[in-house]
């Protein structure tokens, strides 16, 4: 069995040089000298580098781990980005083979394989990865992760991941479409907390952006603006995208200009996400992606139907706290023809009461003019 510490977790330390490589097979960059200084990062950048610290390979006398070291790691999303178009396991089984001389080193586990071609994958999309049959503990955990079929290309993947589901645009009606055309403005940061009672909380998988949970009154926001902008900033000449740009264009936006549009309360709220919810500073950051107005009321294909979940919210909003749940329980027909029906009586009652009251009155006045005092 693996003993050391960092056999069992071989990812656990991250220097500036592992995380300088990893953002250049990312995003072609090329870091200056002085930033790729060898130094331990204590607190790697929370997407993607934090992911990688928990990578822990089959504890096997007999068999070698998958991933060794971050140089191994790279070299597994240089293989997925050079080879998006074919099937996964064909790339997995080339990638473990390559080099390989029998008696050489010891055999890599399947699953082990597997799971460091899902920890690449999270890293290169934001998305939590898994193969057919094999969770990883991500279901454990509660986690839904995207299943990487076998006989899938990356690309194929990625397309099934986040598909396109209708037509939503934010901004000046349609006549043709009205259903799907939504006012500006009806959906921000501010309204949902304040109208539809909701709490803002962060997400590290791209999946589960602007996810409505109305039983425990949340809303999942992927909050990486800075990863995303990367991702969308790949130069023309870097051989595979890791995401599609109207993918990425969208999340930024529905950040940028329809959760959080440019006013005090609105950007106060982001401080406070920022500093309690720890979300990513560059959210607060305000850049070229405000100028282009006219993108605001662009058609939402990949989050629309999660914007028209939201819009429903806030025209419904589902009842929070004791007061409101027991007031919505008896809303239902069945209590309002009962409270029909019980307005009625008491209706009539009270007409009986009055009319009762009446009569005695006109008795007593009746009595009087027949009986005056002397």
């Not at 094999?134 to 290309?153: K, N, T, V, Y």
Request: glycine share 4%.
């Amino acid at each position: 069995m693996f003993s050391s510490y960092e056999s069992i977790y071989p990812l656990a330390k991250v220097s500036r040089h592992d995380l300088s490589k990893l953002c250049e097979v990312l995003w072609g960059w090329e870091p200056c000298p002085d930033w790729t200084a060898e130094r331990a990062c204590q607190h790697p950048s929370p997407d993607p580098g934090y992911v990688t610290a928990y990578y822990v390979p089959e504890l096997d006398i007999d068999c070698s781990p998958a991933i060794q070291s971050h140089d191994d790691l790279i070299d597994i999303i240089r293989c997925i980005k050079n080879h998006a178009d074919k099937p996964r396991l064909q790339i997995t089984l080339e990638h473990f083979s390559t080099g390989t001389k029998l008696g050489d080193q010891q055999l890599t586990p399947s699953n082990d394989q597997n799971r460091a071609f899902n920890l690449a994958a999270r890293i290169m999309t934001m998305l939590l990865c898994t193969v057919e049959g094999q969770s990883d503990g991500l279901l454990e955990a509660g986690s839904q992760p995207s299943i990487w079929h076998s006989d899938r290309s990356f690309n194929q993947f990625i397309n099934a991941a986040i598909p396109k589901q209708g037509q939503v645009r934010l901004g000046p009606c349609n006549d043709s479409i009205p259903q799907l055309d939504l006012p500006l403005g009806a959906i921000t940061a501010k309204r949902l907390k304040k109208v539809a009672k909701l709490r803002l909380i962060p997400t590290n998988d791209l999946r589960d952006h602007l996810l409505l949970d109305s039983t425990n009154g949340t809303v999942a926001l992927y909050h990486y603006t800075s990863v995303l902008k990367e991702h969308l900033g790949l130069p023309s000449t870097h051989q595979q995208a890791n995401l599609p740009d109207e993918l990425l264009l969208e999340t930024l936006y529905t950040l940028k200009h329809i959760l959080f549009p440019i006013d005090p309360e609105s950007q106060s709220i982001l401080r406070f996400l920022v500093r309690k919810e720890k979300f990513d500073p560059d959210i607060c950051r305000v850049d070229t992606l405000w100028q282009p107005q006219e993108r605001v009321s662009m058609v939402y294909e990949h989050w629309g139907t999660r914007l028209l979940d939201l819009y429903d919210e806030l025209e419904n909003p589902t009842p929070r706290g004791f007061l409101e749940t027991w007031i919505e329980r008896r809303s239902g027909a069945r209590y309002v023809m009962m409270a029909t029906v019980a307005g009625v009586i008491i209706a009539v009652l009270l007409g009986g009461f009055s009319l009762a009251v009446s009569i005695f009155q006109a008795w007593i006045s009746w009595q009087q003019w027949k009986h005056p005092a002397s």
